[in-house]
């Protein structure tokens, strides 16, 4: 059936510091397998269908795209719940589906648009928390925008924090959820990301260490994708095992193009946080894309490279390769998706949920000018004093401007007006030194 | 009755701890130390260390996490502060020797706008952040140019920050109340000179229910000759300038801001129309101060209702010097705002001194 277990073995051993590793042997079930391939096809279809909403100027500014990193996303959201708090750096639309955002908010936000009507159900109407909600991504739901950007996706209904640009700034933030969660005596735990670039910022072992003083559930994943913009990691750090660079804290080097391998070291580190405070885990993965738009992503490594990750390294076709040997491909495991159509379909189909998300995101109009002055601070609390302040010297001005064109105009005809001397404008600035 | 700074924000803190269970305060030297300054005396006692919470001297990190915390809806008070090697409770306040705010906000600024101030704004209210940064601004006594600075403009021009400046006991209880109670970010600027200073409090602010309302200036004097703004430790020698004024009949009116961002331009553009004449004073550098921008305001709301150039009373354009004279001349002093009030008022004014 879809929900017998399955036992798979990652390809390549765990390696642990300080700490025994994982087992290799991971638990898996049909249903999740056939619910992987789909998710990371899907996220993978969106960030191409960005690239090409960027070079047709659609998408402004930054757009950090995931493709290649994909098993990181889903593998993470198939061990853990949305009671779990995951915060991230800017590289963060694939996260943000995992959470069950939707297709048509990621591209509405990314083109900055504010999108329509909720038509439908919500992607994440799924309860089962050990398969990853993205399945039925494409699903139309109410969208929510947000002024942020590419950069700035949040979903704190499912406790996704963002979407940050400041590199490194997500770690010491994500101990902070952690820091609340135990608080609150909850027994949830935090997911804070951070690229190979980010792994040398002096807050991050700040923050490492007060976790580590006050063991908090703070899980600080390593997207170790070997290039920190155009620098190569082993230009820029002089330990290249991120995982152990916790020195008292644990970690873990997980193969981050597995997605199985994914799940079974977070579904560990979220054992030990909970049990022990924070641990480190180290993902080996790979961006196809350049750092961002502005970057081909072929000066500072060769395409050989990116050619050679593809073909022996990738995620999706390491899950379609499972399913085959598996034999998942079959009629029975597809109707648990209600699709009636063969893996090429499947494809297909996503290629389509993507297209038909593109053209409602496209549909929706700009934001209204008013929400430029929308939620800068918590509405509805004292801050309506600043609002009324806006108006009043708004009137007032208005007031002056009709009161002085006339006195102005009145002036010039009489010919009073004249500039003042050089030295009275000086005098305007004056400070203590003046007099000195 | 009377009660010092100090015991005014302890009591608040206090009060605001045990009324709200989502109110904790951490920093360094907040719990075992009690406080740098004392100002947390026995709340780890009362609270425990888990509200109470010492942090090593990592300002990015654990200003960081306190705004990690906030996302999840806790109210954290995160205090700014470093070590002070002599201080006691019962010194005189001209000891005290470290102004904590100055070395920490630097290094956490990042952290207090970029995660904090617009985070609101970016996820499109989906999440505030109910957080106050807390601790000793400007300039102290003697402690050079790195722990000497007011960071009231500073956090003035961000959108999405609250900036409060209390002066007296009864603006250190209300406004940190209220800063706590407030779900957006806030910056509340103390000066480490005021904690040991008694004020007189009414029954009214003892109340536990107390709060001041964030954005309002309070007029300390009132006068009908020339306005006088200021904020912090300032409004104290604004008022000293008054009295030395109201001798030579100048009438002086003293506006305690309170509140920098939102700045109160309603209460200093009435009170300007009704002298006709401006001082502004601040212990923060002249460029884009506090004062310019006061002055901003009253020349676009209020321009043909003055009878005299505006004056800024600021410190001197250089780092804060450490030597006694030096250091002197380079932050107001209450002659200055005298002298400055009666230039206002085309009064004749002998040269400064040179301390």
């Known amino acids: 059936s879809d929900t017998a277990t399955l036992t798979v073995e990652t390809s390549v051993p765990f390696t642990g510091h300080i700490c025994d590793p994982p087992s290799r042997a991971v638990e898996t079930t049909p249903r999740e397998l056939m619910a992987f391939f789909r998710d990371m096809a899907t996220m993978r279809r969106m960030e191409i269908a960005a690239d090409s909403l960027y070079k047709a100027k659609l998408i402004r500014g930054f757009c950090h795209l995931y493709d290649g990193q994909e098993a990181v996303a889903v593998g993470m959201e198939a061990a853990i719940t949305k009671k ?5 750096a800017y590289r963060d639309h694939c996260l943000f589906l995992g959470r069950g955002g939707t297709l048509v908010e990621v591209f509405a936000e990314v083109m900055g648009r504010q999108a329509g009507c909720s038509k439908g159900k919500m992607a994440n109407d799924q309860n089962d928390a050990t398969v990853t909600e993205v399945a039925v991504i494409g699903a139309t739901s109410a969208v929510i925008v947000t002024s942020g950007g590419s950069m700035h996706l949040y979903k704190k209904d499912s406790r996704f924090y963002g979407g940050h640009g400041i590199v490194g700034a997500q770690v010491p933030l994500g101990c902070g959820l952690a820091f609340a969660q135990k608080y609150s005596k909850e027994e949830h735990v935090t997911f ?9 910022q002096g807050q991050l072992f700040e923050a490492l ?17 070997h290039y920190g913009m155009g620098t190569a990691e082993w230009r820029a750090t002089k330990c290249l095992a991120y995982y152990k660079r916790g020195d008292y804290v644990p970690g873990v080097k997980v193969d981050g193009m597995d997605a199985l391998a994914v799940k079974q070291a977070c579904k560990f580190a979220k054992e030990h946080a909970l049990k022990n405070g924070p641990i480190i885990l180290e993902m080996d993965t790979y961006r196809y894309h350049g750092h961002s738009m502005s970057d081909p992503g072929s000066t500072y490594r060769t395409r050989d ?13 390491r899950i379609r390769k499972l399913v085959l040997s598996h034999e998942l491909a079959t009629e029975k495991e597809l109707k648990v998706f209600k699709l009636d159509f063969s893996f090429k379909d499947i494809e297909k189909e996503i290629r389509k949920k993507v297209d038909e998300a593109i053209a409602k995101a496209k549909e929706s109009p700009m934001p209204d000018p008013s929400e430029l002055f929308t939620n800068v601070y918590v509405e509805g609390y004292r801050v309506e004093l600043m609002e009324q302040e806006a108006e009043r010297k708004e009137n007032l001005r208005l007031e002056q401007i009709g009161k002085k064109s006339e006195l102005y105009s009145l002036e010039v005809d009489s010919g009073k007006i004249s500039n003042p001397p050089p030295q009275e404008i000086g005098r305007r600035v004056l400070n203590i030194n003046a007099d000195l | 009755k009377e009660m010092t700074v100090r015991d005014a924000l302890n009591s608040a803190l ?13 920093g360094e030297e907040v719990g075992e130390y009690q406080g740098a300054y004392k100002i947390s005396k026995g709340l780890l006692d009362k609270y425990g260390p888990e509200r109470v919470r010492d942090t090593p001297i990592t300002e990015a990190g654990f200003a960081g996490i306190g705004v990690g915390a906030a996302y999840y809806g806790l109210k954290p008070v995160v205090e700014f502060m470093t070590f002070n090697f002599s201080m006691q409770v019962d010194l005189t306040p001209l000891v005290a020797l470290v102004s904590g705010l100055n070395l920490i906000l630097l290094q956490a600024i990042d952290h207090i706008i970029n995660s904090a101030a617009k985070s609101n704004y970016m996820s499109a209210g989906q999440i505030s952040v109910p957080i106050v940064f807390r601790g000793p601004n400007g300039a102290a006594a003697g402690v050079g140019a790195q722990h000497s600075q007011c960071y009231a403009a500073w956090f003035g021009s961000c959108p999405g920050l609250k900036v409060l400046t209390p002066y007296s006991s009864e603006d250190a209880r209300g406004l940190l109340k209220a800063a706590i109670r407030d779900p957006d970010p806030v910056v509340f600027l103390e000066n480490e000179l005021l ?6 409090v009414s029954a009214e602010v003892l109340d536990s229910s107390f709060c001041l309302p964030i954005g309002k200036a309070k007029i300390e004097r009132e006068g009908k000759h020339v306005t006088i703004t200021a904020f912090s ?18 009438s002086a009116e003293v506006i305690n801001l309170r509140s920098i961002r939102p700045l109160d331009r309603a209460a200093i553009n009435a009170s300007v129309r009704k002298t006709n004449r401006l001082v502004t004073v601040e ?6 101060g506090v004062g310019a921008e006061i002055c901003a305001s009253v020349v676009e709301e209020s321009f043909e209702y003055l009878d005299a150039p505006v004056e800024r009373i600021s410190a001197a354009d250089v780092p804060m010097p450490y030597a006694a004279n030096l250091g002197r001349m380079a932050v107001p002093q209450i002659e200055d705002i005298v002298r400055a009030a009666k230039r206002a008022c085309y009064r004749s004014v002998p040269m400064a001194a040179t301390a």
Request: negative net charge; contains cysteine; aromatic residues 8%.
């Open chain 2, 195 to 200: 904690y040991g200073e008694s004020f007189p």
């Open chain 1, 209 to 225: 260490n007060m976790a580590a003083l006050w063991d908090l559930p703070a899980i600080l994943v390593c997207e170790n994708n």
């Open chain 1, 192 to 200: 804070a990301l951070y690229g190979d670039g980010a792994a040398n």
């Open chain 1, 305 to 317: 490279e990116i050619t050679g990750v593809r073909q022996e390294r990738d995620p999706i076709e």
């Open chain 1, 84 to 88: 779990d708090c995951i915060i991230t």
């Open chain 2, 283 to 288: 212990e923060g550098f002249p460029q884009h």
């Open chain 2, 233 to 250: 430790k300032m409004v104290g020698y604004a008022l000293k300038a008054a009295e030395i004024l109201a001798k030579e009949g100048i």
């Open chain 2, 14 to 26: 206090d009060e605001e701890m045990s009324a709200d269970p989502k109110v904790f305060l951490m």
